[in-house]
């Protein structure tokens, strides 16, 4: 089991641009959730999907948005991309009835750099 | 929504040493307490975790301890190591669900 993979590792993308990123969950689970980690912060939750639909949004504006596949697998999109968003973007998985003791696995993250 | 704070930001230690990094949160609702640890490049890690019905756990040297009255809980590493030198980072969560609220971090050196 690969655990939670995300692609790519690393993106530098110009200011205005748009962006996609993408992550596989752990086999067996369900829910996906990103998350914003600027450096020297912790993480920030951006939003949480299962069933293919949003669930739960953090304090994010609408130029982040998601989408989540039949699958599981799960795609972050950030849009008008400002410098500020530069970050590493992290995913972690769980299963959908996370009940006492349910660990969340976190992906290793995708390095963004905006220029 | 909740609101987790994190003490101390960075904390060096000598080898052998204890090291303790604390954390505040807001929502009484809360009732799952994870560490995580995030070496650098590296994913977050678990290392250990509490529910609100417990007010102290124990994992070999890394101990959590949580105060609900006060809304605070603390991690306790013992016998500090140079491969305990990390980012530690707190969270706190309403289960069930899965909406993490993440403390800011506590950069720790241990000095061999």
């Known amino acids: 089991d690969a655990g939670v993979t995300q692609s790519p590792t690393h993106l530098i993308k110009t200011r205005g641009q748009q962006v996609t990123l993408r992550c596989s969950p752990k086999s067996g689970h369900d829910t996906v959730s990103w998350y914003q980690q600027a450096l020297g912060q912790g993480p920030q939750f951006i939003f949480q999907?299962?069933?293919?639909?949003?669930?739960q949004r953090g304090n994010f504006p609408d130029r982040f948005s998601g989408h989540q596949f039949p699958n599981y697998s799960s795609e972050l999109n950030v849009n008008a991309l400002l410098l500020g968003d530069s970050a590493l973007y992290l995913c972690?998985?769980?299963?959908?009835?996370?009940?006492?003791?349910?660990?969340?696995?976190f992906g290793q993250g995708t390095r963004l750099t905006v220029v | 929504g909740e609101n987790v704070e994190q003490h101390p930001s960075t904390l060096s230690v000598q080898e052998g040493d204890s090291a303790v990094i604390k954390c505040t949160y807001s929502d009484s609702a809360s009732n799952y307490f994870p560490w995580y640890k995030q070496e650098l490049g590296k994913r977050p890690q678990l290392i250990i975790d509490?529910?609100?019905?417990?007010g102290e756990k124990k994992d070999q040297r890394i101990a959590v301890t949580l105060n609900k009255t006060a809304k605070h809980f603390s991690l306790h590493i013992t016998e500090t190591q140079p491969e305990d030198s990390a980012v530690y980072f707190c969270a706190a969560i309403k289960r069930p669900g899965n909406q993490f609220y993440f403390g800011t971090g506590t950069s720790l050196t241990v000095i061999p």
């Open positions: 509490i529910r609100s019905n417990v």
């Open positions: 999907y299962y069933e293919e639909e949003e669930r």
């Open positions: 972690a998985s769980s299963p959908r009835g996370a009940g006492w003791d349910t660990e969340a696995f």
